[in-house]
């Protein structure tokens, strides 16, 4: 059980890494090298970045979750 909730944490700490590296700053980001400023606005961030910071906060509670059963587990 641990090995395989280890295995998820670490998929959910890359998965993490690579969105937060994909959220632009105040220079464009990585995001915008990509195509991520491309699309219509809504209220000055586009429905791109709105849908990325949505599955960055969901990955982030996975990652969290997995964070807590490990060190109970473990």
Do not use: Q
């Not at 641990?2 to 890359?14: D, P, S, T």
């Not at 000055?44 to 964070?67: S, Y």
């Amino acid at each position: 059980m641990v090995y395989v909730l280890a295995f998820f944490h670490a998929v959910f700490c890359i998965t993490l890494i690579a969105l937060i590296l994909l959220h632009s700053g105040k220079g464009g980001g990585l995001s915008s090298s990509l195509g991520g400023g491309v699309g219509g606005t809504f209220s000055g961030t586009t429905i791109m970045e709105k849908n990325l910071t949505r599955l960055t906060l969901v990955v982030v509670a996975l990652f969290t979750l997995t964070n807590v059963a490990l060190i109970f587990l473990g």
